[in-house]
């Protein structure tokens, strides 16, 4: 059974930066397509980042481009997701999911809440 665990939210000023960390157990990193969403009070979950396989290839939604850089380390198990020039928009609780055979994200971690105060 693969689990994640999320960690590395908080409250953080306009501008400032965190780095969440994704935690994998019963499974491995580098095979699946490791993903981030986020859910802000009141709206839909939304895609932010990915990163495919063993190539490694990411892929991130328009709004986070050029902030977010998501990371894995193979030896640890663990995917990551730095988030640098933070807006009060990015608030939301963040969620890292796992695609283990390219149909779809079976697995999801129990979220971590990121607040961005102006």
């Known amino acids: 059974q693969v689990q994640l665990v999320e960690s590395g939210g908080g409250l953080v000023q306009a501008g400032g930066s965190l780095r969440l960390s994704c935690e994998v157990s019963g499974g491995t990193v580098s095979r699946y397509t490791m993903g981030w969403f986020r859910q802000a009070p009141g709206k839909d979950r939304e895609f932010v980042s990915a990163?495919?396989?063993?190539?490694?290839?990411?892929m991130y939604h328009d709004s986070v481009k050029g902030r977010f850089t998501i990371s894995r380390d193979d030896a640890k198990n663990t995917v990551y997701l730095q988030m640098n020039s933070l807006k009060p928009e990015d608030t939301a609780v963040y969620y890292c999911t796992a695609d283990l055979d390219g149909v779809g994200y079976d697995y999801w971690g129990q979220g971590t809440q990121v607040t961005v105060s102006s």
């Open positions: 990163i495919i396989g063993s190539g490694g290839y990411t």
